[in-house]
């Protein structure tokens, strides 16, 4: 069988930039950092699940950082999505893969906490810290590109 032949689920993660810092979590199951995120509900947009997981998983508020096209047409049967900066297909356990679509966001607001349940620590990443052995090629390449692109769309806000 094709190993690219297995079922697939969305998901959408985000890497939480804020003073020149990513955000990650540890996972309780994968035993790795990785950035917010989890599974698109059957009703949701990509937006919505990944605003919901931020929110659930570190207690943030955040805004998508990334292009829209806009404004959506009148006739309501085509809701413009923001882009997502990476889309990657991950094997997860054997029997099924993960499309991920992953964006950039900054918080905007909430109050940083760990959820319990699926986490034993939240912690913000400097791009040193981020190369360390302890977190994965791909997580601190994806988180990275993260830090340096948002550190300068904020220097080029100021």
């Known amino acids: 069988m094709d190993p690219r032949a297995l079922p697939k689920q969305f998901v959408a993660t ?3 930039v804020e003073d020149g810092k990513t955000l990650l979590l540890f996972h309780k199951k994968l035993r790795m950092w990785l950035p917010p995120g ?12 990944l605003l919901r997981e931020v ?5 943030l508020e955040v805004e998508i950082v990334a ?11 085509v809701l413009f999505l923001f882009r997502p900066r990476l ?23 909430g109050t940083l906490r760990r959820a319990e349940a699926e986490a034993d620590g939240l912690r913000w990443f400097t791009p040193e810290e981020l190369r360390s052995p302890e977190v ?23």
């Open 14 to 16: 985000g890497f939480v």
């Open 38 to 49: 989890g599974h698109i509900e059957e009703r949701e947009t990509p937006e919505a699940a």
């Open 55 to 59: 929110r659930e998983e570190t207690g």
């Open 67 to 77: 292009e829209k096209r806009a404004p959506d047409p009148e006739d309501g049967k």
């Open 87 to 109: 889309v990657q297909l991950e094997a997860i356990d054997g029997k099924h893969e993960h499309i991920d679509l992953i964006y950039f966001c900054r918080p905007t607001g």
């Open 136 to 158: 994965h090629p791909e997580v601190r390449d994806s988180a990275l590109l993260a830090i340096r692109e948002l550190s300068g769309e904020a220097a080029a806000r100021r």
